[in-house]
């Protein structure tokens, strides 16, 4: 009925033509057919497009009403027909005014209904008390009509509104939902720029030594390649593991290891070193039990900055890892001894402002999805620094700064437990 509606109103327009014909054995239908059937066919068969065309319809049923009104009855032969079952047709078009098109043209239809009303009972009526009882029963139909018209409509309005909602939902449902995945293609970016970046680095690098010992010092080349063939295993299960999470059909134990974390750190620093750069690595503080969340920043901003170290300190240089927690916050600090600063840069902190490439955007992001801050930049002395501190707990944030405050301030504003700690750095 509802995904078919002119079903229904093919229906309820076989119901009023039944009673149109309970009327026919009436003598003026028998004297008068061709007046007779033309206006009930009037009345009764627009109503088979109510829903689709309800102006029409109403307008067409009134035509019927105002045919029948100059047609039927006399005030001479009481005998003669003055209402048909077709006028039931009238209060269904004034019902469907109400409920599918609005108020104020039902009104204005209600308004044709009453004057055609008073018209028909003091024109065509013979009796003045019949004339009151037909009257007042028209004029019930049309209330009956009218209540139904106005529930219904108040009936569509709220499914219409209930269907708005729903759709304005689903919306933002796919909204969240192609955030959500465009946050996760960011992270998964991110782990795999850190893991193919930091295993490129380092197999370059033993790659260009092999290739200028290989002749002079074969042991040493020998060693060269054994290095980058651990590497890139090393880089191939890292991407596999990160390529079944994708494919999400990784199911063994072996497979869902745990991340790095800052337990993880000697071992990269034995890697970094072993291709080449030699780093040292200082831990204070407790750092066994930090987030697993934090502890992986940790050791990914630590990675990350060694391979830019790897890729771009030159040759001869050194490097220095410094993972520090006090009280509530964790700092980590990468230090190196690379090429200088270049010419006219340079700040009364020491650190050159930077906009970075994707290797600096993935370690702010870092950081700030962690609560804290990064800075990174050359020094003046020579080398690169970079340095990040954020909370233990990533759901205290800090209190922002003043815009502009430097970004050591912006960490040191007075308030919570990890914002007081970090007066003590």
Request: charged share 20%.
């Given at each position: ?13 076989g119901v009023?033509?039944?009673l149109d ?6 003598p ?28 029409l ?21 009481p ?5 048909r ?6 209060g ?10 609005g ?6 239809y ?5 004057v ?8 065509r ?5 019949e ?8 004029l019930?139909i049309?209330?009956v ?9 108040a009936?569509?309005?709220y499914?219409?509104?209930v ?22 293609r ?14 490129v680095?380092?197999i ?7 290739a ?31 390529l079944?999470v994708l494919r999400g059909?990784s ?19 034995d ?10 690595l ?22 990350e ?14 490097a ?7 009280g509530g916050?964790?700092?980590?600090e990468?230090?190196d ?10 700040t ?44 233990v ?21 007075p ?11």
């Amino acid at each position: 009925m509802r995904g078919h509606p002119m079903f229904g109103d093919t229906l309820i327009t076989g119901v009023l033509l039944l009673l149109d014909l309970s009327s026919a054995g009436e003598p003026f239908a028998k004297q008068h057919p061709v007046v007779y059937w033309p206006v009930g066919a009037l009345l009764v068969l627009p109503v088979v497009l109510r829903r689709r065309e309800p102006m029409l319809t109403a307008y067409l049923v009134l035509a019927g009403g105002v045919l029948q009104l100059i047609t039927h009855g006399s005030l001479q032969d009481p005998s003669e027909l003055i209402v048909r079952g077709g006028d039931f047709a009238i209060g269904v078009a004034l019902y469907t005014l109400l409920a599918y098109v609005g108020r104020r043209q039902a009104l204005a239809y209600a308004g044709l209904l009453l004057v055609g009303t008073a018209v028909w009972s003091v024109w065509r009526v013979h009796d003045a008390h019949e004339g009151w009882v037909l009257t007042f029963g028209a004029l019930l139909i049309y209330s009956v009509c009218w209540l139904l018209g106005e529930f219904m409509g108040a009936r569509r309005a709220y499914d219409e509104e209930v269907r708005q909602r729903l759709k304005l939902m689903e919306t933002e449902r796919d909204q969240h939902a192609r955030i959500a995945v465009a946050a996760e293609r960011t992270r998964i970016a991110r782990e795999l720029h850190d893991v193919v970046a930091h295993a490129v680095s380092a197999i370059v690098v033993q790659a260009d030594g092999a290739a200028y010992t290989i002749r002079t010092d074969p042991d040493l080349a020998e060693s060269a390649v054994r290095t980058i063939s651990a590497t890139g295993r090393d880089a191939l299960v890292e991407l596999r593991r990160l390529l079944d999470v994708l494919r999400g059909d990784s199911d063994s134990g072996d497979e869902r290891a745990p991340q790095p974390g800052t337990g993880a750190l000697p071992e990269l620093v034995d890697k970094v070193t072993g291709v080449g750069l030699p780093v040292t690595l200082e831990l204070l503080g407790k750092l066994d039990d930090l987030p697993a969340a934090v502890g992986l920043g940790v050791y990914r901003i630590a990675q990350e900055a060694l391979t830019n170290t790897l890729k771009h300190a030159g040759p001869g240089a050194a490097a220095a890892v410094r993972v520090q927690r006090v009280g509530g916050l964790v700092e980590v600090e990468v230090l190196d001894d690379g090429l200088g600063t270049p010419d006219g840069l340079g700040t009364p902190g020491g650190l050159v402002a930077v906009s970075g490439g994707n290797g600096l955007i993935g370690m702010r992001e870092r950081a700030s999805v962690l609560g804290g801050l990064l800075d990174a930049g050359p020094l003046r002395a020579g080398g690169w620094r970079v340095r990040a501190r954020f909370p233990v707990r990533t759901d205290q944030h800090s209190t922002p700064a003043p815009a502009g405050a430097p970004a050591d301030e912006q960490l040191d504003q007075p308030g919570s437990a990890d914002q007081r700690a970090a007066g003590a750095w």
